[in-house]
């Protein structure tokens, strides 16, 4: 199904230059792009797979210049779609052809900073790690660690509900933030949430959380600070078998143990990041596990005895102790930079974001190695495996023909799998343009249905990042793949989108 | 990252270099975070990967327009963003073959091909800028404060020993630095003297990497082959390194041998000159440093240049050789970002340099420092221009007993 | 306990979507207190009980609407887990749909989490009597919006809870109950500063000039905590914080309206008179007074938070009222997932 505003009646050159134009009222002339040679390097996220033309970028820095463009666009029926440092791996930040790009980079301040109360309130485009910089002195941090957080912005982390190396023990970002302030499609200005700890109403702060910029332009987040845990320790532990290492995960959870993080990496993740980080991984392990168990040092201790028992009879083969903070960090830095680093071996890659429950997690392992053969093409294994949230990366190359389709074969494959097991499509970098066929194969109409409503009750005229996220149940049909649902197909309904 | 190069620069060699170094990005972006225009301006445009895609659209066969050109102009060439590159894309390489490209094809106007060139021609050159700048001096207290804030004063050299060392060791003299901060290359001498090494200098000239960065490549080649034709007969008599007390110049020197490898009466001399090659900070790391004893009662803070950090990838050592001498360094936050200094970037991009350099100055300033200490003469001057404190080489306090 | 009662429940609210007739959602009715006056046909969902699903090493537990909040927690128990958010029941009788759609949490909800963030998928019926499934079994989902944790204090006026997915903690090895005697201010502060640095403490209550903190954690983890912040320790302190989760705490039984007040956690002591209980280091706080709504709710969004009127006084204004752009938000969900106002009309605010 088309958007409303997909059918101008002008050349889209001409609309190009009047929306441009028109822009350039309301925010600096150099804030608004409209030459294709500087549209081209917004036409993709960190999904580079996936690219498309704007219509225009505009960079407004300030939240009264956002109210003005989200009046227009309402107005001239102009799709938005929001950006913040364009790490997304899912493509939501995809441009719209007819649609303007609404950039919140230079949203990068830190408007606040309240020790007492552990929050700050800080603009959209603040790097998440920005963040915890900014307080460090203070001893607090914010949880959520998204492996790109040196870059990824805080507004773009709302709209993903991203999650980290902690958030088993720490949350997602739904957790740790209190209040928004966004503007509606149609200009206002709303605060959702308070700073106290909860909020009369609905849970709006749930419903915006993760709607990937479908529902709102998020333009203040007041983030929740912890403590930093005083002491920190990480454990890396290597096995032979991968199998065995995704035992040893649900053995530690098992024994009561809550780690801080708990991260697995295979042969081939470990080969590749330790060619950047040089952080001593074991290259001849199947798989690595790195725990980290973080709190008051007497407790820390307990924990790791408990976890070295744990592990011990979960069968490694190797086993190290980061011995300081340095190490430590060295331990983490490479399974931050993972996916990246694997651009080492490979021009181009392809990030699954599958979570399964963890009692799967050997299954769906050997089965993507199955997989992977069938379709020749390489995986590599990086995940959050105490979620049970996996980051397969499908290795190809973009230079020849067929392979990225090839790619998504496999891909949609290792997907419909975590969804068989009781899984999800996405834990954490959200569904975008990229999962948004799989959406009709983890929800049936009737679900979809409601999404839509619930879109409709934001953003009635699906100006704000349409086509992206929900499936339409049009697009569902065609992918092939609609639910027959109690024995009924909900076709009639497709009138009413 | 997929590519598809045009043919004008397919098949040649600076292609597919470029088309390798294309396809290392897969695009994720962190660059972004450490980039200092990005983080100023806000822009995927003025970021390493908004600039990495202009490039690739114009090996790929759009013809590139002013936008791109400006946008590649504002970068810094710090390179910060290959220290944070996983992918391991070496942005810098590429960026010289986009900006030669991007010039061929768009040109430059009037008066930037005349700033472009006045730059060229004088800053290279000892005995043109020292006597400019001596002028300048002498006037200093009539000029304007504008044009006073970009003449440094006058600083006196302590004289150079003359001891005779069995280690000896060559010095870069380059071309701007013996003008305005003479006193470096005699401080390192004597720092040397005092550890046995005998510092030689020689009558060499600018190490090239103004012409470079200024897109005249054939230009910096003369300035290299000279340097190499200078120092070959030291070299082969045995110098055990060539010494470079400017970070901005270590890295050129570095670079020689890949800048010269497909001249064949060159390449070998000039690889063996970037194999020779040490900042003085590599030196001294492995020396014995119980021999000096410099005053070590002021606090420090130290401004570790892009090309030391990034170019030539030495964090840290700076700070670890003042930290063991006992010197106190203040906490510097956003460390890895640049001055804004950056070679002749400071004369053509005045708006954001300056702003690079107040962000700068508060970052040393914050931890309430009695000197700022650095390791490279551009960042040295155009701190020193608005800085509260003292600017020096940090081989200056060693030197200082 | 058969699949045939969530088709009972779709079954009834399909007819009154047809006819247009109002269900008041009924579980263990002890909830009927809260928010506004219940109206409508009742409509029960006991019969739609049992625990579904329950992987300790997975740490979730899925579980029908009607099943008792004791059954869910007796059998974590017995795998020396926990539902962490403490919800209060009210009762023996109470349920897990009614938990969830009431969304209250206990003492521990400032450190763990509240109802919202254990939730992580349900199954519903909408208003239009449709069966959906939302988010999951799994810790992460991000697929769709998160419909789930909506739901989550929604006070039934979105959708029937059949089904809900929890996430569970292990129960800490230790816990220990201290006391402290001080006076209001000083415990604020106090409770401020011990919030901003690492600490085991779980639970916080303070009343008529005696602070008792709770602390959880590992044996050796306890012990430092507690030679750290000192105090006194108490041997009843499962029975205190039963007491205060539950309201049977005397402070409960005075006589007037009672408020719950939610504040950032440094709020000052409220300039309002009456008798008070403070939780949540703070950030909650028991009020029961006979001050005016409005007077209330005056001095408590100067402070940035909201005021309920839990039980008692006049349930026409129970929530504390939404800025018209929130409101009008509040409209558009309530008929986006109950366009003829079938369920629990009005309990929440008038129309919603």
């Not at chain 1, 849970?203 to 983030?223: K, P, Q, R, W, Y």
């Not at chain 1, 105490?386 to 891909?411: C, F, M, Q, S």
């Not at chain 1, 999800?424 to 999404?451: N, R």
């Not at chain 3, 519903?124 to 919006?145: C, H, P, S, T």
Request: hydrophobic share 40%; proline share 5%.
């Amino acid at each position: 199904m088309s958007t409303p505003a997909s059918q101008f009646k002008e050349p889209l050159e001409s609309v190009r230059a009047r929306v441009a134009d028109d822009l350039r009222a309301v925010v600096a002339a150099e804030s608004v792009l409209s030459d294709i040679e500087s549209l081209r390097p917004y036409e993709c996220d960190g999904l580079s797979a996936y690219r498309k033309l704007p219509l225009v970028v505009v960079l407004p820095d300030r939240i009264e210049q956002v109210q003005e463009v989200a009046r227009y666009c309402f107005k001239n029926d102009i799709p938005i779609v929001a950006r913040g440092a364009g790490t997304g791996l899912s493509g939501g930040a995809l441009p719209i052809e007819n649609g303007v790009i609404l950039s919140l980079a230079k949203f990068n301040r830190v408007l606040k900073i309240d020790a007492q109360n552990r929050t700050a309130v800080v603009q959209p485009g603040v790097r998440n790690l920005a963040i915890s910089e900014a307080v460090a002195h203070l001893d607090l941090y914010y949880a959520p660690d998204p492996s790109s957080q040196i870059a990824c912005t805080i507004g773009g982390n709302v709209a993903e509900n991203a999650g980290g190396l902690h958030c088993l023990k720490y949350g997602l970002t739904v957790h740790n933030i209190l209040k928004l302030k966004i503007v509606t499609v149609d200009g206002d200005l709303v605060t959702i949430g308070s700073d106290a700890l909860d909020s009369p109403g609905y849970d709006l702060l749930s419903i915006l959380t993760g709607s990937e910029g479908l529902l709102g332009i998020i333009v203040e987040v007041t983030v929740k600070l912890l403590p930093k845990p005083e002491c920190a320790r990480v454990i890396m532990a290597s096995f032979d078998d991968i199998e065995k290492a995704g035992n040893a995960v649900g053995n530690i959870i098992a024994a009561g143990i809550i780690p801080g993080g708990l991260e697995m990496m295979d042969n081939a993740a470990i080969r590749a990041t330790e060619d950047f980080v040089h952080a001593g991984y074991d290259v001849e392990a199947a798989a690595i596990l790195l725990c980290e168990l973080d709190g008051i040092p007497d407790e820390v201790e307990d924990d790791i005895e408990s976890v070295k028992v744990v592990l011990a009879q979960s069968g490694y083969t190797q086993m190290q102790i980061a011995e300081n903070e340095a190490q430590r960090q060295l331990f983490w830095s490479g399974r931050k930079a993972a996916f990246p680093a694997v651009g080492r071996i490979s021009p181009d890659y392809y990030c699954i974001d599958g979570t399964i429950p963890r009692r799967a997690l050997g299954s769906v392992l050997n089965k993507i190695t199955e997989l992977s053969k069938e379709y020749g093409l390489r995986v590599v294994n990086v995940f959050h495996a105490g979620d049970g949230n996996l980051h397969p990366l499908i290795l190809y190359d973009g230079n020849v023909e067929g392979d990225l389709e090839k790619t998504e074969l496999l891909a949609a494959r290792i997907l419909q799998l975590c969804i068989e097991v009781g899984g999800t499509i996405t834990g954490e970098h959200g569904v975008g343009m990229e999962k948004i066929d799989q959406m009709c194969v983890q929800f049936d109409s009737l679900e979809l249905t409601q999404f839509h409503a619930v879109k409709e009750a934001f953003d009635e005229k699906r100006l704000l990042n349409p086509d992206k996220a929900v499936p339409t149940l049009h697009r569902c049909a065609e992918f092939g793949a609609m639910h027959v649902h109690k024995g009924q197909l909900k076709f009639p309904e497709i009138e009413r989108f | 990252m997929q590519t598809n190069l045009a043919d004008f620069i397919r098949h040649t060699a600076e292609g597919a270099e470029a088309d390798s170094i294309l396809r290392s990005c897969v695009h994720c972006g962190f660059c972004t975070a450490t980039c200092p225009t990005y983080q100023l301006l806000g822009d995927e445009l003025d970021g390493p990967r908004g600039r990495i895609y202009l490039i690739k659209q114009v090996l790929e066969g759009t013809p590139p327009a002013h936008a791109t050109q400006l946008h590649l102009d504002r970068c810094l060439t710090c390179r910060s963003c290959e220290t944070t590159c996983p992918s391991g894309v070496r942005f810098g390489r590429l960026l010289d073959i986009g900006r030669h490209v991007v010039e061929t094809q768009v040109g430059r106007t009037v008066v930037d091909r005349a700033l472009r060139k006045l730059l060229r021609t004088i800053l290279p050159y000892r005995n043109r800028f020292g006597p400019l700048l001596r002028c300048g001096q002498v006037f200093r207290g009539m000029m304007p404060p504008v044009l006073k804030k970009m003449t440094p004063p006058r600083v006196a050299a302590a004289p150079w020993p003359d001891n005779r060392h069995q280690r000896e060791m060559l010095v870069l003299n380059g071309c701007v630095q013996p003008a305005i901060a003479p006193n470096i290359n005699s401080d390192t001498a004597r720092v040397l003297d005092r550890l046995g090494i005998r510092l030689i200098t020689t009558n060499d000239g600018c190490c090239g990497a103004l012409s470079q960065h200024l897109n005249a490549r054939e230009e910096a080649l003369k300035f290299i082959r000279r340097n190499v034709d200078t120092w070959w007969p030291h070299i082969e008599a045995g110098v055990e390194a060539i010494v470079s007390t400017a970070s901005g110049c270590g890295v050129m020197l570095k670079d020689y041998g890949y800048l010269l490898r497909e001249d064949p009466g060159y390449a070998d001399k000039a690889a063996k000159i970037s194999a020779l090659t040490r900042d003085i900070s590599e030196i001294l790391e492995t020396e014995d440093l119980k021999k000096l004893r410099p005053n070590t009662k002021l606090r420090v803070a130290f401004q570790s240049p892009c090309s030391l950090q990034h170019g030539l990838r030495l964090t840290g050592r700076v700070e670890r050789i003042l930290t063991s001498l006992g010197f106190s360094l203040v906490a510097v936050p956003d460390a890895h970002l640049c001055c804004g200094s950056a070679g002749t970037y400071s004369i053509l991009n005045p708006t954001i340099s300056s702003q690079l350099k107040k962000n700068k100055l508060e970052a040393l300033g914050s931890g309430a420092p009695d000197v700022i200490a650095t390791a490279n003469i551009g960042c040295l001057s155009h701190l020193q221009s608005e800085a509260s404190v003292p600017v020096v080489h940090w081989i200056s306090l060693v030197a200082d007993s | 306990m058969s699949s045939d009662s969530a088709q009972d429940l779709i079954a009834a609210v399909k007819r009154a979507c047809d006819r247009k007739v109002a269900l008041c959602l009924q579980g263990g009715n002890t909830k009927d207190f809260y928010g506004r006056e219940p109206c409508g046909e009742p409509i029960s969902i006991l019969s739609h009980s049992g625990i579904v699903d329950y992987a300790p090493t997975e740490l979730v537990i899925t579980a029908r609407g009607g099943t008792r909040l004791t059954e869910i927690e007796s059998v974590v128990a017995e795998h020396k887990q926990m539902l962490a958010f403490e919800p209060p029941s009210f009762g023996s009788e109470a349920t897990l749909g009614g938990t969830i759609a009431s969304g209250l949490s206990g003492p521990r909800r400032p450190y763990v989490g509240a109802a919202r963030d254990f939730t992580l998928g349900i199954r519903m019926i909408n208003g239009r009597g449709e069966d959906l499934k939302f988010g999951g079994k799994v810790m992460k989902n991000v697929a769709g919006y998160d419909v789930s944790r909506l739901l989550v204090g929604s006070m039934g006026t979105l959708g029937v809870l059949l089904e809900i997915s929890l996430k569970v903690l292990p129960v800490p090895k230790v816990e220990q109950t201290l006391m402290f005697e001080l006076e209001q201010d000083q415990a604020l502060a106090l409770q401020n500063d011990w919030a901003r640095k690492p600490s085991p403490i779980s639970a916080t209550s303070y009343r008529e000039g005696v602070l008792h903190i709770r602390l959880s954690g590992s044996e050796k983890g306890v012990k430092a905590a507690r030679a750290r912040l000192g105090g006194e320790k108490i041997d009843h302190g499962r029975k205190h914080w039963h007491d205060i989760k539950e309201q049977r705490h005397k402070f409960f039984s005075q006589s007037g309206p009672l408020w719950r007040i939610s504040v950032p956690p440094t709020a000052p002591t409220l300039n309002i008179p009456g008798s008070a209980l403070l939780e949540w280091s703070g950030a909650l706080r028991w009020l029961i007074t006979d001050t005016p709504a409005q007077k209330i709710r005056a001095e408590v969004d100067k402070l940035g938070g909201h005021a309920v009127l839990f039980r008692g006084g006049d349930r026409e204004n129970a929530f504390h009222p939404l800025a018209t752009a929130v409101h009008k938000l509040h409209e558009n969900l309530k008929k986006a997932f109950d366009p003829m106002g079938v369920l629990n009309p009005g309990r929440m605010y008038e129309g919603i």
